[in-house]
T-cell receptor, first 114, second 113 residues
Framework: AQSVAQPEDQVNVAEGNPLTVKCTYSVSGNPYLFWYVQYPNRGLQFLLK??????LVKGSYGFEAEFNKSQTSFHLKKPSALVSDSALYFC????????????FGRGTSLIVHP | EPEVTQTPSHQVTQMGQEVILRCVPI?????FYWYRQILGQKVEFLVS????????KSEIFDDQFSVERPDGSNFTLKIRSTKLEDSAMYFCASSEGTTGYAFFGQGTRLTVV
């Protein structure tokens, strides 16, 4: 079975400060991990993924995420937040065993204050 | 950039009525999906479609739901007799394969009254 948790409903950060959006997962085999972003009235947009290789993954819009196998985490980070980063962020995981359908978290609302 | 398009963006329907949500996936993609998100809750998988048949479905996707790819470009989700609890945002998505990521449409907000 696969599951994903985003422990924070909302994250507030000041513009220019670093941001972290947390995600933890549970899988039976090895994880494929994804981050998506949803802006108002838009669909989910892919940000980045981890399949294998380097634990630090770089994605769109300056975002990166670090895969930590021992902590079963895949936190999304950005060194310097922009007001335009304010959106809903979804973490997703799928197990490399079994179904190819990813399971999504409930989303974290990121609010960047000017 | 190619995109998945969904129509309508918002639909209001009376309980018990049938609704059809429409999607145009990206043209060279082979896998198609429907997800839904009830307000404030997580994005839930409904069904995936490959090679003109359902490849996976969740327990949510019961006999009230059906999917179709009627003409090689559109991908539809039909709910035969809507219930209040079907009110949600419905997302269509498509992907080239199964190891990468999916492209999502902007969603259809379904309100059942």
């Amino acid at each position: 079975a696969q599951s994903v948790a985003q422990p924070e409903d909302q994250v507030n950060v000041a513009e220019g400060n670093p941001l972290t959006v947390k995600c933890t997962y549970s899988v039976s085999g090895n994880p494929y991990l994804f981050w998506y972003v949803q802006y108002p009235n838009r669909g989910l947009q892919f940000l980045l993924k981890y399949i294998t290789g380097d634990n630090l993954v770089k994605g769109s819009y300056g975002f990166e995420a670090e895969f930590n196998k021992s902590q079963t985490s895949f936190h999304l980070k950005k060194p310097s937040a922009l007001v335009s980063d304010s959106a809903l962020y979804f973490c997703a995981v799928r197990d490399n065993l079994g179904s190819y359908i990813p399971t999504f978290g409930r989303g974290t609302s990121l609010i960047v204050h000017p | 950039e190619p995109e998945v398009t969904q129509t309508p963006s918002h639909q209001v329907t009376q309980m018990g009525q049938e609704v059809i949500l429409r999607c145009v996936p990206i043209s060279n993609h082979l896998y198609f999906y429907w997800y839904r998100q009830i307000l404030g809750q997580k994005v839930e998988f409904l069904v995936s479609f490959y090679n003109n048949e359902i490849s996976e479905k969740s327990e949510i996707f019961d006999d009230q739901f059906s999917v179709e790819r009627p003409d090689g470009s559109n991908f539809t989700l039909k709910i035969r007799s809507t219930k209040l609890e079907d009110s949600a945002m419905y997302f269509c998505a498509s992907s080239e394969g199964t190891t990468g990521y999916a492209f999502f449409g902007q969603g259809t907000r379904l309100t059942v009254v």
